[in-house]
């Protein structure tokens, strides 16, 4: 056999060799139809403080889903919020009967939450989750584990952050374990809340500098975390001016807070993606149980 063949047979058998290996150590896959695959939605929504993200809560509340909070935010949740527009509504009944959750403010907490350590307490009275929140992701992704990092003992195993450039790397990791993550048999529509970040980015042929929103996130995740959601909707707040109710003439204007979803347009300047819910406008104002209809069918 000439050298160039012996290469080549030791090549082949080197490949088979891989190809054995990946088999074997390959886990356990669970084949489904395409309808099980996308049971269960997931939302991101990026805003700054008071512009809503939690409030959106009142979309699948209303529909009659049961709605479990782990907060990460700082300061714990901020179910108040829901409180006390379901008080405004005459639904505060639906707190009590349809909301529960937890704050977490420690790495090894939020994991053994992911891992279903508490999943016991969470389906004790046969109490169901239809939708799954973590409300305040970028306080984690930015305050929480930077902290773990220079804890150890606050790390779990299935934590490995490493510093790199003073920047947490893998910081995703417990997202996608979120969105995989049943909760007893059940998978939960899953939604998960970021603070927003603006810097502005010059155009490197026209020089012309633009102002950028993402979700505030460490490194370079920022830039691939909305690849993971069904929908990614920039959260935003304004002032407006209206007609004044309280003037018979009409004449009178008044100055108003209004708050929008923006939900597709210009992705690369907002942080927005819609996967084909043609219905939902790009730029709308902000109504939770329309989006929340539209993305479930009203069914699910």
Known sequence: MTASKEGAAASAAGKSKVIEQ???NAPPVVIKSGHELISSRKIGLVGEAGTGKTHFLLGPILAGKNVFVMSTDLGGNGLATIEGALRE?????????QVRGADF????????????????????????PHVECWDGFSTFNVVTVDRAVYNPDDVSKDARFVHWGNVARNTLHPAEMFFARKIGDYLPHKIITFAEKTREEKDKKTGVETEKVEAYIQGGAKDVVKLGFDLMMHL?????????????SGNKKRRVTKFYYRTGGASLKYPVKNRSFKELPELMEADPAKVWDILTGGAK
Do not use: C, N, T
């Not at 935003?236 to 018979?248: I, R, Y």
């Open 105 to 128: 403010s420690k790495v090894s907490a939020v994991m053994g939450y992911l891992a279903g350590k508490y999943d016991d307490q969470i389906l004790a009275d046969g109490w169901i």
């Open 236 to 248: 935003f707040s304004k002032e407006v001016a209206e007609k004044d109710p309280a003037d018979p």
């Open 89 to 97: 509504l005459g639904e505060e009944e639906r707190f009590e009967k």
């Open 22 to 24: 990946a088999r074997k």
